[in-house]
């Protein structure tokens, strides 16, 4: 009977060093989607507040601000160096009666921030879905924030927009992933890299630009003639 009991009490021993085993590899991959991942949707309460979207002929021009994203944590992995990506889906969807609204088009856009210690500056892009970018480099923490935050006139091609008589709408989130820190910093800053959000989906209608619209109708007749 004692040398049951030992063998059981070496058998539960084994299973908690291998458990602590697995805990510690993971800790030192820092595996971004692991059960210790926390995330911070509540903590940040970060939302897309102030949106606007204007319809012109087949394009959509977008305005949105992100709010409560840069919260302490986030703040702190960015100025340890640490690269950041919001994450911007939008999908314009046409209004059904009797059915379920139908997604017409899908897009992604990223905004992508990283501080150079050295040089004490901060390197921002906005990378849009037809393939441009704009660049920002700035020692101001104030401006790299409102600059990140907020979506100016994005410019979306739908060429799906054919039924005149249908209502259009457009649905926004954003979402700010994993971080990703490099090495030594992903040891020093091992949970903020994990720190992540998700916005709720907003919603808003699409308006029509009409004058915009007959200017460029007019436009295609004069080069027509």
């Known amino acids: 009977m004692v040398n049951i009991h030992?063998?059981?009490?070496?058998?539960?021993?084994?299973?908690?060093?291998?458990?602590?085993?697995?805990?510690?590899?993971?800790?030192?991959?820092?595996?971004?989607?692991?059960?210790?991942?926390?995330?911070?949707?509540?903590?940040?309460?970060?939302?897309?507040?102030?949106i606007h979207a204007v319809r012109v002929d087949k394009d959509i021009h977008l305005d949105a601000a992100l709010e409560g994203?840069?919260?302490?944590?986030?703040?702190?992995?960015?100025t340890s160096g640490a690269p950041t990506r919001f994450r911007f889906h939008v999908r314009i969807m046409k209004k059904r009666g009797l059915w379920f609204d139908k997604e017409i088009e899908e897009f992604t856009f990223y905004h992508t921030v990283t501080y150079d210690v050295l040089k004490k500056e901060y390197m921002a892009t906005k990378s849009y879905p037809n393939g441009s970018e704009e660049n920002l480099s700035t020692a101001d923490w104030g401006e790299m924030?409102?600059?990140?935050?907020?979506?100016?006139?994005?410019?979306?091609?739908?060429?799906?927009?054919k039924d005149?008589?249908?209502?259009?709408?457009?649905?926004?989130?954003?979402?700010?992933?994993?971080?990703?820190?490099?090495?030594?910093?992903?040891?020093?800053?091992?949970?903020v890299a994990l720190w992540n959000f998700d916005t709720p989906w907003a919603r808003t209608p699409l308006e029509v630009d009409s004058k915009k619209s007959d200017m460029i109708e007019q436009a295609l007749i004069d080069n027509d003639k």
């Open 6 to 50: 030992i063998n059981q009490r070496h058998y539960t021993k084994t299973i908690l060093r291998a458990f602590l085993l697995i805990l510690c590899a993971i800790w030192m991959i820092g595996i971004p989607e692991c059960v210790f991942f926390v995330r911070t949707a509540e903590c940040a309460k970060a939302e897309l507040n102030r």
């Open 69 to 78: 994203a840069f919260n302490k944590e986030i703040t702190e992995a960015v």
């Open 145 to 161: 924030v409102q600059w990140m935050s907020k979506l100016a006139d994005v410019q979306l091609s739908v060429p799906n927009l």
């Open 164 to 191: 005149q008589k249908a209502t259009y709408y457009l649905r926004i989130r954003a979402e700010m992933k994993c971080i990703k820190i490099p090495f030594p910093l992903n040891y020093l800053l091992a949970f």
